[in-house]
């Protein structure tokens, strides 16, 4: 079990009372307790569902780069991942944290790689796997906000490696509101695309999970990726995906310990691999599968997949 704090403002007595049968009232609206991820899984959802026009965040201990995970709810404070490490961005109208970012996206990075997926082909997707003798999912979702509790998944793509061959799953998921102009921009998607070609949220995670079986599940920032999806899952009460998890992100930041960007487009430089960046989910998972096969830590991670 984790330390786990919550605090919430301007909520109801019910709700109140709720979080005292798990957790102790320290001060007016923090709660603080040990609870396992269910447990805490559960009872955010309840926060959130029940704190109305109030205010909330959620704080964790977890095995990551600074022990400690967070979300926000109705908080003008929010939770953005820098290289993946989670940090506290207030939004504003025009930004002055780094370089002209807005609403958390740098324009110039946006224009880049837009200009990227409108200017290359996509390279095949791999057909064959090395020597491996455990199968793996590759794992990349496009969203349209960075927050896995208000914002919205809008593509999915994985790539599943066996030993010879390789297959492919990606799906374009409908959304009900608008998107932003930065993430059609940074992804090319539109609500044109969505609504035509995009499908059922419920469905789509079905599809997925069947795709995934019971096979290790790697990312880059896969965090960030699986946050979405249990948040997701949760919300059409499923459960959340526990399958093995490897982040190369964490695993690239032991083995080069000093690059001054973790970015996947840096990152795939300085392991000399030749693939864009597009931000469109199937290319990035296929750019990331390369990565998988040169991180010298992921085989014997791989290896370490509980039997």
């Known amino acids: 079990m984790a330390m786990t704090v919550i605090t ?9 009372g709720d979080l005292t049968k798990w957790m102790q009232e320290i001060a007016t609206g923090v709660y603080i307790g040990n609870l396992n991820a269910r447990v805490r899984e ?9 704190v109305g026009n109030g205010q909330a965040t959620l704080s964790y201990a977890t095995n990551n780069e600074l022990g400690y995970e967070f979300v926000t709810h109705r ?16 939004p504003r109208e025009e930004s002055h944290i780094g370089d002209g970012l807005k609403s958390g996206f740098s324009k110039q990075a946006m ?18 796997s090395d020597d491996l003798s455990t199968p793996y999912v590759v794992l ?25 061959d390789s297959e492919e799953f990606q799906r374009l998921i409908k959304n009900e509101r608008k998107l932003p102009n930065e993430i059609v921009q940074l992804t090319g998607i539109t609500d044109q695309v969505l609504e035509q070609e995009g499908r059922e ?23 960030f990726d699986m946050d979405f999806i249990n948040a997701k899952l949760r ?59 040169k991180v010298n830590e992921f085989r014997k991670q791989l290896d370490r997949k509980p039997r």
């Open 8 to 16: 919430i403002t301007n909520a109801p007595m019910s709700l109140r």
């Open 75 to 90: 908080t003008k404070q929010v939770r953005v991942s820098l290289d993946g490490i989670p940090l506290v961005m207030i």
């Open 111 to 128: 224009y880049r790689q837009a200009r990227k997926y409108g200017g290359k082909k996509r390279k095949r997707p791999p057909t064959k």
């Open 140 to 164: 990349d979702i496009e969203t349209d906000g960075l927050d896995p509790f208000e914002d919205n998944i809008i593509e999915i793509a994985a790539l599943r490696i066996g030993p010879g």
């Open 201 to 223: 949220l419920s469905d789509v995670l079905k599809e997925f999970i069947e795709f995934i079986g019971d096979l290790p599940v790697v990312g880059y920032n896969l965090v």
């Open 235 to 293: 919300h059409i009460n499923q459960p959340a995906i526990k399958n093995w998890k490897i982040d190369l992100l964490a695993l690239v930041k032991k083995e080069k310990m000093f690059l001054k960007s973790y970015k996947l487009e840096d990152v795939l430089v300085v392991y000399e691999i030749d693939e864009p960046v597009t931000h469109r989910a199937l290319g990035d998972a296929r750019a990331t599968y390369l990565l998988s096969t």
């Open 42 to 50: 559960e009872l955010w959802e309840r926060v959130t569902q029940s």
